[in-house]
């Protein structure tokens, strides 16, 4: 049997930063992952940095390249019956957020870890855990080349996602779950973007988003049916729609060779508790947001930014009263994040037939743009500088 202070499973954002930053402080820990180290570094995922999980990256040294091709953005641009309005979150609550793709923030973080002689077993299988209610839990896993490993640790954190196996060795969890009728079509694609900051548009056939990776890449979104299949969105559906939807006079939207395209279910969910014994939950294997606030990836960071001192001052000081806390902590942001994505969703998508919610939307659209204080509650939540 192998020892290790912390077993950590999944090597998203998450699990990375969590052995990042216990490294830091002295901590050592074990990252086990089910798919290849390629794979993990080219999944196209979100890429909206509040300013807080930036200040997370830079303290903890990991900012070098996010300080170089990190994109600052001011403020967001909200669209809907033929008007552009813009949000000045500088103006209104005196923060930015930054472009900068969650799969450069993988990248970054690998290569930190392996720098400083971190040991990641990409390309596990059968990932088990026991004993989480005792003070020796395991950690099991069949590694790449066929080996049957078990590691004893002193806390193990499921980082693994939401279809990961950690959850499940909650007893008694109670969950609570949202599913909504239509999922994002998302494309990146070769082209300058046609937009200073991020358009989220409002419109009939659907909601749509601009949104940035670099000068010369653009990452869009459509509003499709759930449980469309992407062999039905050809590229000149695709911009024929994106077209449609962002049609402005005087602005054009240019197109350019679609990369890559996806369709992504959108639900909202939050398991708890967030602990169970020595057993800790953090990032999308405890809760998920739909993508209209952009919160999924800043919340396993900031889940992370309260995980890990609480486990330094448990394993290095012996205090266990923030690893006590930790569950409740992170639940609050959790919610607020929850409440805010089901908001600008529901503000933003059609609901096909449902002319009354059409115009409830409109009036909100109206509202958030029009009145200072509306505004400001989208921006600081946006932004992340509610409290919660
Ligand atoms: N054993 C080991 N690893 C696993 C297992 C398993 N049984 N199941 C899943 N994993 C891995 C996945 O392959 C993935 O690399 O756990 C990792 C979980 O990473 P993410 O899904 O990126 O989750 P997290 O680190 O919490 O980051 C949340 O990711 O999904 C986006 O929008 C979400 O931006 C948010 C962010
Ligand atoms: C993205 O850039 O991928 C992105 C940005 C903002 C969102 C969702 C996704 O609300």
């Known amino acids: 049997m192998e020892r290790t202070q912390v077993g950590i499973i999944g090597a998203g954002p998450a699990g990375l930063l969590l052995s990042h930053l216990l490294a830091l402080a002295g901590i050592e820990s074990v990252v086990v992952e089910l798919r290849s180290r ?9 890429g909206l940095l509040e300013a807080g999980t930036v200040a997370t990256l830079r303290d903890a040294g990991l900012a070098k390249r996010l300080d170089v091709e990190g994109i600052e953005h ?23 957020v930054t472009i900068y793709a969650q799969t450069e923030i993988v990248k970054d973080l690998i290569a930190a870890r392996l720098a400083a002689g971190q040991r990641i077993d990409f390309s596990i299988t059968d990932t088990s855990v026991s004993d989480v209610d ?11 080349a066929g080996a049957a490993r078990a590691v004893e640790c002193d806390v193990i954190a499921g980082c693994d996602g939401f279809h990961g196996i950690s959850r499940a060795a909650v007893p008694d ?26 358009i989220y548009a409002h419109h009939p056939d659907g909601f749509a988003l601009h949104s940035v990776r670099t000068p010369h890449v653009s ?10 299949a992407i062999g039905s969105w050809s ?18 939207l240019r ?47 900031s889940d992370v930014a309260l995980l890990a001192p609480a486990l330094v001052a448990w394993l290095r000081d012996g205090d266990p009263s923030l690893a006590d806390t930790y569950p409740e902590r992170a639940l609050r942001r959790v919610w607020r994040a929850t409440h805010f994505s089901w908001w600008m969703t529901q503000m933003l998508h059609a609901v096909p037939g449902d002319a009354f919610n059409t115009q409830l939307q409109l009036s909100q659209l109206r509202y958030v743009t029009a009145s200072r204080p509306a505004a400001v509650t989208l921006a600081e939540n946006y932004t992340g500088s509610a409290p919660a």
């Open 74 to 96: 001011g403020g967001i641009y909200l669209q809907y019956a033929g008007e552009r309005h813009h949000l000045d979150f500088r103006d209104l609550v005196d923060r930015t």
């Open 38 to 46: 390629q794979h993990c570094e080219q999944r196209q995922r979100a």
């Open 219 to 228: 990452r869009l979104y459509l509003q499709v049916p759930a449980g469309e």
């Open 235 to 252: 590229d000149e559906r695709i911009w024929e729609n994106l077209q449609k939807r962002f049609a402005l006079p005087g602005w054009t």
């Open 255 to 301: 197109e350019g060779p679609i990369r890559e395209k996806a369709i992504t279910p959108m639900r909202s969910f939050v398991s708890t508790p967030m602990r169970y014994g020595r057993l800790f939950l953090a990032g999308d294997a405890a809760h998920i947001v739909p993508p209209t606030g952009a919160k999924g990836l800043n919340l396993a960071v």
């Open 134 to 144: 005792s003070s020796r839990p395991v950690l099991r896993y069949v590694d790449e």
């Open 173 to 198: 969890v109670v969950a609570y779950e949202r599913a909504y009728p239509f999922s994002w079509l998302g494309i990146i694609a070769d082209v300058a973007p046609s937009t200073d900051e991020l």
